[in-house]
C-alpha cells in the first residue's frame, strides 16, 4: 500500500484496519492527524493553509487559483524550478478554477480535527507490516518516522525534493523496500 500526501491518510487507515491484507506500507510527504506530534505541525503558523477555507477565502482565491498555487509549488518545493512543469501547473489551475473545486479541496483540512480523533483511536493498534516513511527536508520526513512502529521492519528514508520535483529519488528506496520480499500486494493511494 502506498500513500503520497493526504493519499497517506487513506493508505493508513486502510493498513490500520485491514493488516492481514496489507502486506507492506509506504507513506510520503504528509503527516497523519491524531498521530505522535501533529498539532505542532498542524498549529504551525507556516501551515496556514490548514485553516485557510470557508467563504472569504473562497472569495480571496476565486479567479486567482494559479497565484495561490504557486505558493505552494515555489516556496515549498526544494527546487521551485523543478517542483511542478507547467503543463501540469495550467492543469491543476484549470481543474481547481471551477466552481466548488476549492472548498472540495479544503474539506480535507476541515475534516482534519475529526480525522485526528479517528486516526489516534486507530494508532492504539500498533502496525503489523513493515512501514517505508519517505519525506524530504521540505516534506514532514520526521513527522512520518512516528508511524513506524517496528524499528527492525522499518525504516524512514529523507530525500531534499517532493516527488513531483524528484520521482527518480523517490523510486529507489521504494523498489528497495518492496523488493524485499518476493511476493508484493501493492494497492496505491494518491491525492
Do not use: C
Request: charge should be positive; aromatic fraction near 12%.
Amino acid at each position: 500500500m502506498v500513500g503520497h500526501d493526504i493519499g497517506l491518510m487513506v493508505a493508513y487507515a486502510y493498513a490500520a484496519q485491514f493488516p492481514a491484507e496489507t502486506e507492506k506500507l509506504v507513506v510520503m510527504d504528509a503527516f497523519l492527524p491524531g498521530v505522535g506530534q501533529w498539532e505542532a505541525i498542524y498549529n504551525n503558523p507556516g501551515f496556514w493553509h490548514f485553516r485557510f477555507n470557508g467563504p472569504t477565502p473562497e472569495a480571496l482565491v476565486r479567479g486567482r487559483e494559479r497565484t495561490y498555487f504557486e505558493h505552494y509549488w515555489n516556496n515549498f518545493a526544494a527546487d521551485k524550478k523543478r517542483s511542478i512543469p507547467e503543463a501540469d501547473r495550467k492543469a491543476y489551475t484549470a481543474a481547481y478554477a471551477r466552481p466548488g473545486r476549492m472548498r472540495a479541496g479544503w474539506a480535507y483540512f476541515v475534516s482534519f480535527q475529526q480525522a485526528a480523533k479517528d486516526f489516534a483511536q486507530l494508532a492504539q493498534t500498533r502496525l503489523t507490516m513493515p512501514v517505508l516513511s519517505i519525506g524530504g527536508e521540505k516534506s514532514l520526513g520526521e513527522a512520518l518516522a512516528q508511524l513506524q512502529r517496528d524499528p527492525s521492519a522499518s525504516r524512514g528514508v529523507d530525500r531534499r525534493r517532493t516527488t513531483e520535483a524528484s520521482p527518480q529519488g523517490r523510486s529507489l528506496p521504494y523498489l528497495a523496500f518492496s523488493n524485499a520480499s518476493a511476493s508484493l500486494n501493492m494497492r496505491t493511494s494518491s491525492k
